[in-house]
């Protein structure tokens, strides 16, 4: 089965996308394989859709998988059946799930302020200073670069971005303050602003990010309910909150669509709740 992971892992790579992307769009592939040797005992060619539609259900119950994460695992079938295999996909034999959607949690300007001011580690107050104050991806920061940091024009560099193009991101006073100090805290590195401990010639694991704000919200003794995520909807929500157009906040997060965008509307405390409901301007008056 090994040849069939290298060949789908090469059809990945000709797409162009990022090591990271290729890793995670992997997955379940894998997991597949490993089910079609060890349990079906078949060759992926062999395999019916019937078979394939119980390979799904028996992830789901052994995974626990979410209806959004099984949609992710069809695809990587799909890839997989139309790249690999040369074989046609027929979507009526493995629909994708609906999915029931959900706004992420944010935490108010005040709650933010507090919760990246409560870290003495200069390294990770740097790291969620920036990404708030400039509303980056965790892998953004993580892979930031010390001529990334334009102090004269006060923004910073984002390179090669999920969306697959560079952008310039605001660089906040306050953010580059923080930075400063860290950068003289750490030897002033010159490559990347934040080193992987292990090999300073690489960045540092964005899993970790998420590890010391796991670890900072169980020492405040606060409800698990902030990610890396939640600071990029915070910048985008506060902007909101606090005037700034949605075309704006769109280029700022280098969103593809401004649909993405729209979803600031619902998580601004003065986005749909400010808006007057027709009938309560009509003052009571009979319209008969």
Known sequence: MDDYF?????MIS??????????SYSTYIRVYLDYLSYILHKMPEDVSWAELRGFVRWLQKEKNLSDRTINHCISQLRFFTLYVLHKPWDASQLPMRRFDSYLPYVPSQKETW????????????AILSLMYS???????VCALRYED????????????????????????????????????HAGRPTGFLFPNRKDPARPMASYTVNQFIFAKEK?????????????????????????ADL???????????????????????????????????MGGGSLG
Request: proline share 2%; charged share 20%; net charge positive.
């Open 6 to 10: 290298k060949q789908f892992r090469e």
């Open 14 to 23: 000709l797409r162009g996308l990022t090591d990271h992307t290729i890793v």
């Open 114 to 125: 507090a919760f990246i001011h409560s870290f003495s580690n200069p390294k990770h107050k």
């Open 134 to 140: 400039a509303g980056l991806r965790v892998g953004e």
């Open 149 to 184: 940091i334009s102090r004269s024009s006060m923004r910073i560099h984002i390179r090669h971005s999920k969306a697959r193009s560079d952008r310039y991101a605001i660089l906040s006073r306050n953010a580059l303050d923080i930075l400063t100090q860290y950068w003289f």
């Open 219 to 243: 020492e405040l003794g606060l409800k698990h309910q902030l990610t890396c995520h939640s600071f990029r909807h915070a910048f985008g929500t506060h902007l909101y909150e606090n005037g």
């Open 247 to 281: 075309l704006t906040i769109k280029a700022l997060l280098g969103h593809k669509s401004l649909n993405s965008t729209a979803i600031y509307v619902h998580l601004a405390s003065n986005g749909i709740s400010n808006a007057v409901s027709p009938f309560d301007r």
